[in-house]
């Protein structure tokens, strides 16, 4: 079956940096759009960004842009997140997901479980 594992979360003062990745397995891996979505606590699940499924295409929601990375790996079948100059605000669950090009949660079809990233002032 499709599974997505993220890794690489953690705690970090603000101004710092972290990577997450996304191992996926289970499905053609070249042939998805690879997303990433965060929810923090009483918060509805938000947009960050995705890489397109070829070529070099990305989007990012404003707040990150010119601070987070998106890219992919697909001879590893695996998607990371590159987040630097990490602000308290950053703080949430970060999840991976594999779909359509999109800031849509409903163009998605897997997720993954979701790695904790918590910023401190």
């Known amino acids: 079956q499709v599974q997505l594992v993220e890794s690489g979360g953690g705690s970090v003062q603000a101004g710092g940096s972290l990577r997450l990745s996304c191992a996926a397995s289970?499905?053609?891996?070249?042939?998805?759009?690879m997303g990433w979505f965060r929810q923090a606590p009483g918060k509805e699940r938000e947009f960050v960004a995705v890489?397109?499924?070829?070529?070099?295409?990305?989007m990012y929601v404003d707040s990150v842009k010119g601070r987070f990375t998106v890219s992919r790996d697909n001879a590893k079948n695996t998607v990371y997140l590159q987040m630097n100059s990490l602000k308290p605000e950053d703080t949430a669950v970060y999840y991976c997901?594999?779909?359509?090009?999109?800031?849509?949660?409903?163009?998605?079809?897997?997720w993954g479980q979701g790695t904790q990233v918590t910023v401190s002032s």
């Open positions: 997901a594999a779909g359509g090009y999109s800031n849509d949660p409903v163009k998605y079809t897997y």
């Open positions: 289970g499905l053609t891996f070249s042939a998805y759009s």
């Open positions: 890489r397109r499924w070829s070529g070099t295409g990305t």
